[in-house]
């Protein structure tokens, strides 16, 4: 799935018509706060980004992905009207992948994700995953398979899983888990890490047993249940 994040009704519907006739799923946002939403709901496998955005523009979402352990590989392209040379050089900066200027060719824009995604395809076979269990985690991917069945996770509950396994057998709090994921500055309850902790085991069907209840403490995730 592609997330294509642009305020502009025609040229959105345009490029989301275009991927999907060449077989590449894709969905437009109006807004940044749209996008976010549906990030929370599943990760996407490359983001088409404008930088001239209601509210917030293109290189904070930039950056914000960046920031995020979950999303820091996700594929990125910056799309934009803006020829400024500080601009191409501030989202090459931030860590775009690459930089489409418009206006710009649907069959050129089509080779370019492909080449993108063909990158980070590369890119991440190199890379370590996690197997555990009937569980297989691959972080650089964002993949996460239960007994070779694609399991399709939060934006939230796909980092909370990753921050599991990287201290995989070790005991962490709510507070832990919590700040790791949600930040310092975010105001909510430990109950929050319960509740996606929760779901999170319920997606995860037969996998689910990986994380275990301390009770008193927080979570851990490891075969050895004692």
Avoid at 16 to 27: D, R
Avoid at 86 to 100: C, E, I, Q, T
Avoid at 129 to 145: A, D, M, N, R
Avoid at 188 to 209: N, P
Wanted: include cysteine.
């Amino acid at each position: 799935m592609i997330y294509f994040v642009e305020d502009d009704e025609n040229i959105r519907e345009l490029v989301v018509y275009t991927l999907g006739s060449v077989g590449m799923e894709a969905t437009g946002f109006p807004t940044p706060e749209a996008f976010w939403t549906a990030m929370d709901e599943a990760l996407p496998t490359l983001v088409l980004l404008d930088i001239m955005l209601p509210g917030e523009d293109g290189l904070s979402i930039l950056k914000k992905l960046r920031d995020n352990k979950a999303t820091k590989k996700l594929p990125v392209i910056i799309l934009t009207a803006k020829a400024a040379e500080y601009d191409k050089v501030k989202g090459f900066d931030l860590g775009a992948d690459d930089y489409v200027p418009k206006p710009f060719g649907m069959m050129e824009l089509v080779a370019r994700i492909k080449a993108v995604l063909r990158r980070s395809d590369d890119k991440s076979s190199a890379e370590d995953k996690y197997e555990i269990g009937p569980l297989t985690v691959s972080p650089e991917k964002h993949k996460v398979k239960v007994n070779g069945e694609k399991v399709t996770l939060t934006y939230k509950e796909f980092e909370m899983l990753c921050y599991l396994l990287e201290n995989r057998d070790m005991v962490l709090s709510r507070d832990q888990i919590l700040n790791h994921v949600w930040g310092y500055s975010f105001d909510g309850e430990s109950r929050t890490v319960d509740v996606h902790i929760r779901t999170l085991r319920q997606k995860l069907g037969e996998a689910g047993y990986l994380i275990t209840t301390i009770r008193g403490v927080g979570y851990k995730l490891g075969e050895d249940l004692s």
